[in-house]
């Protein structure tokens, strides 16, 4: 009977000691998730599975560029794409994706996230409230550095920087670019993609529903196109259908989203006197104008810095 006691109590020590390892080890996998880094920046947009407003919006699996492999269109995404063109003639969208990567990189762009890196990306708009601001050293220092559409640098060097990674536009808004910079096609219609094609073959398109360039420098290895897709994303799940289709500025930010590790905006909002005009010309581009949901996409890019997801850098104040 002693020794039966004695095996009881030896089998209770060892079951409780195995309870206690056990809870060890789960507390301790538990703190190297919770203490596991997206990337080696201090703040990771990607560190945001505490944030249910955040995680509700981004969808990390729809892909922000298009190539060969994901350029066949769900219905709906066709559907809602086309219905932005301008245009009633019919256009073959598998001929004109075939076109582009005769002539563009086929690949997966930004697939190289990992804990060891940390890519800093400035977004730069064309507010005038970077004139006076002294952001170029600042901007020039990031990695990455997205300007949008005919945004220049050259004499605002001091205010906007000078180095540019990426430039998003279309082809209204088509400028020329240095041999190091990507060409970022943000398609809102398949005549873009044709115009694309055109600039860099025949030049035979000269007008859209406005004339625009026949043609622009630009590498043609360094060319991205935004996928369809990705742009009805922004529309529903950030914006929840605010405005007709979102803006270059939007979308470029969303973009950022996606592929960096830190994101700093430049050059969005009014100039402090409550102008919106651009920094290089006297164009008046109100946020809440044109086909966009502008109140709701600055409140939506506010939501953003109250989550310490983005830094915004709000120029020049008197």
Known sequence: MIVFKRLRRQYIILFLSLITICLLVYIKTSQNIVLKRLCSCKTCVMDFMEDEWVVYHFNPKVPPILNRKNSELHQDIYNWWMGLQYSAKKVNYTEVVDQLFSLFPDKEHFS?????????????????NLLGSHYGTLIDIHDVVFRINEGPTKGYERDVGSKTTHRILYPESAVDLDNSTHLVLFPFKIMDMKWLISSFTTRNITRTYIPVKPFIHAN?????????????????????????????GFVTLIFALHVCDEVNVFGFEASSDGTWHHYFDETNNHYNGGPHGGDFENKTMHQLLQRKKISLYKGFTL
């Open 220 to 248: 043609k290895h360094k060319v991205m196109i935004l996928h369809p897709g990705f742009i009805k994303y922004v529309h529903e799940r950030w914006l929840h259908r605010h405005g007709r289709y979102p803006s270059t």
């Open 112 to 128: 190289d996230g990992g804990p060891d890196r940390c890519r800093t990306c400035a977004v730069v708009g064309n507010s005038r």
